[in-house]
């Protein structure tokens, strides 16, 4: 809808309470979807901060591969040290696919 001009701002708490659905697709969609509507400076980006930290600790780990790739696309200068901590820890990570995507997240931060 706005990249056809019309304004979407109603649908952009929308974006961020799917985010936080249990289902991994909407929850990638969710993700997507702030990514590309909100700029940076958007005060619903903080919102998406607590989200991102709480999939970062689950023990799904499509659900913190979803949460790091969120890491690369939504955080910004004021929100790296909220979450810089969890992303190192995820060195650690027993999954090959996790580790890569911290290390891509470390490098985007």
Do not use: W
Not at 49 to 57: F, S, T, Y
Not at 96 to 108: F, G, P, T
């Amino acid at each position: 809808v706005e990249m056809l001009g019309q304004d979407a701002s109603f649908a952009y708490i929308r974006a961020v309470e799917i985010c936080a659905s249990t289902h991994i697709m909407q929850k990638r969609a969710g993700y997507l979807a702030a990514s590309l509507c909100l700029s940076p400076d958007h005060e619903f980006r903080f919102m998406l901060v607590n989200q991102i930290q709480r999939d970062m600790k689950s023990s799904n780990f499509l659900e913190v591969c979803a949460a790091l790739s969120a890491v690369c696309k939504i955080v910004t200068e004021d929100m790296i040290p909220a979450v810089v901590g969890e992303v190192v820890k995820l060195f650690k990570h027993e999954m090959d696919i996790v580790r890569k995507k911290s290390l891509c997240a470390m490098h985007r931060l």
